[in-house]
């Protein structure tokens, strides 16, 4: 069975960074590439970061140069390092292959850690 487990989210300071982490089990992390996604109240949930199981990277333009996503094959998890951080960045960060995993017709998701960018 996959699970996705974020962890890591909380309340910053603009400027300020935080590391964000994703447990996923069920094996899905060898056999897909993994990526970080957000949805921000209000808007639709948008991916910001993928990395490829040979560790290519690309970035959304709006986190690129201040963020950076990685992964640990050891411990099936994968992180987002968050730098310079902005309020434009609060949101829920969620965890998934890129595309997201689907099952039963649906996608499916953890239930996400929370940032917020506030002075």
């Known amino acids: 069975q996959v699970q996705l487990v974020e962890s890591g989210g909380a309340l910053v300071q603009p400027g300020g960074s935080l590391r964000l982490s994703c447990v996923t089990s069920g094996g899905i992390f060898s056999v897909a590439q993994m990526g970080w996604y957000r949805q921000a109240p209000g808007k639709e949930r948008e991916l910001v970061a993928v990395i490829s199981n040979g560790e290519i990277t690309t970035y959304d333009e709006s986190v690129k140069g201040r963020f950076t996503i990685s992964r640990d094959s050891a411990n099936n998890a994968v992180y987002l390092q968050m730098d310079s951080l902005e309020p434009g960045d609060t949101a829920v960060y969620y965890c998934?292959?890129?595309?997201?995993?689907?099952?039963?017709?649906?996608?499916?998701w953890g239930q996400g850690t929370q940032v917020t960018v506030s002075a």
């Open positions: 998934n292959t890129a595309p997201p995993y689907r099952t039963n017709g649906d996608d499916y």
